[in-house]
């Protein structure tokens, strides 16, 4: 239903009705007090009735004003319970947490094993997505995403620079220099469309630059290293996320030659979360293993 009065005008009366001044007024709706008195003459001329009228010292509601404040008071507290409820609903439940599909499989869930779901404060609810979540229209609580730190209306905090490198299935390129440079040029190189900087890995490798017989352009990372252990070609990617591949032995660094990728990955949230307990759990644990990793 559309309301033909403007609604700060309304709750600018239902305050100064229920306060009986104009100041007290001010004070909770955080205006100045003219303000509320311009909203105040505002509604008058659009109801044409008086609602308030000053007696002496004292402010008095009229008739029409005495008829129409209840009703304002109720609509307006069952509006501040549902928007509480709400609240008191997110906070208590888990922190939603957003991220590429790439950054989850390779990075985060083989940690995920020492995450501490089961203490108060530390669920997570996890939606991978290509492109960030809309965290200002509540998609998400939270992100971590892979860019410059510069996402508009949201505060970011880097967790690591990323480096990129060049990686195939162990035995994919053997040999000395000159034999391994001979087989990535004959072989298809795989690059996901995130990682802008791959041409510089191109140009300034030793014995380079190289120009693969083959490139193939994915939307995602996760599909370039897995192209890349599957023995389909080579993939340039991101180095902390190869990091588990090879380990597992599953990927290999082709010529140990990993260079800035010229972003990084940072946690993101709205503002109204700067004082979150869950967004803070998850960034203590996030340093932590980020420690660990260095110390590793």
């Known amino acids: 239903m559309r309301i033909p009065v403007p609604l700060n005008a309304l ?3 239902e305050a100064a009705a229920r306060h009986l001044s104009i100041k007290g007024a001010a004070v909770e709706l955080a205006v ?8 105040l003459r505002a509604l008058e001329d659009l109801l044409g009735v008086e609602l308030l009228r000053r007696v002496g010292t004292r ?4 008739e029409a004003g005495r008829r129409l404040a209840p009703d304002l008071e109720a609509g307006f507290g069952r509006i501040a319970e549902a928007v509480a409820a709400l609240r008191d609903a997110r906070l208590a439940g888990p922190l939603r947490l957003n991220m590429l599909p790439t950054f989850a499989t390779n990075w985060l869930s083989p940690r995920l094993s020492r995450y501490p779901f089961d203490r108060q404060g530390f669920s997570l609810e996890i939606s991978t997505t290509q492109d960030g979540a809309d965290l200002l229209a509540g998609a998400a609580d939270a992100g971590i995403w892979f860019g410059h730190g510069d996402w508009p209306g949201l505060l970011s905090e880097r967790l690591f620079e990323a480096t990129i490198d060049l990686y195939a299935q162990p035995g994919f ?5 000159k034999a391994r440079l001979a087989t ?10 995130h990682c802008l900087t791959w041409r510089r890995w191109l140009d300034s490798v030793p014995g380079g630059p190289l120009d693969p017989a083959l490139v193939t352009h994915v939307d995602s ?3 370039t290293l897995q192209a890349a252990a599957d023995g389909a070609g080579v993939a340039i990617a991101v180095c902390e996320l190869a990091d588990h591949a090879v380990r597992q032995g599953r990927l290999a660094s082709v010529f140990a030659h990993p ?10 949230y709205p ?3 700067c004082e979150d307990r869950r967004l803070g759990n998850l960034r203590r644990w996030l340093h932590e293993q980020l420690r660990g990793a260095t110390a590793a």
């Open 259 to 268: 260079i800035d990728a010229g972003a990084g990955f940072y946690l993101v």
């Open 173 to 177: 390129a053997a040999g000395a220099r």
């Open 59 to 62: 402010l008095e509601l009229t």
């Open 221 to 223: 990372s996760g599909l």
């Open 271 to 273: 503002e109204a979360l």
């Open 11 to 13: 709750r600018a009366f």
């Open 184 to 193: 990535v040029r004959r072989a298809n190189l795989f690059v996901s469309c």
């Open 32 to 39: 100045t007090p003219s303000a509320v008195s311009h909203q």
